[in-house]
């Protein structure tokens, strides 16, 4: 039977907390507002119904952002898993190469596509030092690097360095530091 190996993710920084609640607020503000303003009782034919859908658009956008929020990660030998709200993303780890702590990880990065800051970071950065990466972050200065054969996957356990060294007991052969040795 595999062990599993259970890691909490890093706890949100002020500045997730910030910007989830600068980026939820409004929409679920908006959502009221909207659904407060829906005409009751008119003869036009499906105007409440209308103004409901369109009221629940905003709080839809915040409850799906929730949904996404990652909340740990699970190594069980060849995979990591990513612990969302209802389900895990999982990340094969077949041929890893390399891993190592990189609290600069997130940064001078370009999101092509994902969420940067509603209730997590996630989705696919690009930045000089790393390239095209999956991002799976609360806190960027916990970052870790998983360096695959075929991507390049980021992480922030609450503690990289002891999710790294469970990861050197899997894969014995594992790099850990960056190339050229700086993080």
């Known amino acids: 039977m595999q062990h599993i190996s ?3 993710a890093a706890r949100w920084p002020t500045s997730l907390k910030v910007s989830s609640l600068l980026g939820s607020a409004p929409l679920l503000g908006v959502g ?26 905003p709080p839809a956008i915040a409850l799906f952002a929730a949904l996404f929020v990652v909340s740990g990660y699970e190594l069980d030998g060849q995979c990591l898993s990513v612990r969302r709200l209802l389900w895990a993303t999982p990340v094969a780890l077949t041929g890893i190469r390399k891993t190592y702590h990189h609290p ?9 596509f994902g969420n ?3 209730l997590s970071i996630t ?9 095209w990466y999956r991002a799976f972050v609360t806190d960027p200065s916990h970052a870790v690097v998983l360096v695959l054969p075929s991507r390049v996957v980021v992480i922030s356990p609450l503690d990289p360095l002891t999710f790294i060294r469970q990861l ?4 014995p052969g594992i790099h850990t530091t960056p190339q050229g040795g700086a993080a």
């Open 116 to 118: 940067d800051g509603l």
């Open 6 to 8: 259970h890691f909490s």
């Open 123 to 131: 989705g696919i950065y690009k930045n000089k030092p790393l390239g």
């Open 168 to 171: 050197r007991v899997i894969f």
């Open 32 to 57: 009221y507002a909207a659904f407060s303003a829906i005409p009751r009782g008119t003869r036009v034919p499906f105007a409440e119904t209308c103004g409901t859908l369109i009221a629940s658009v």
């Open 104 to 112: 600069g990880a997130m940064k001078r990065l370009l999101r092509v």
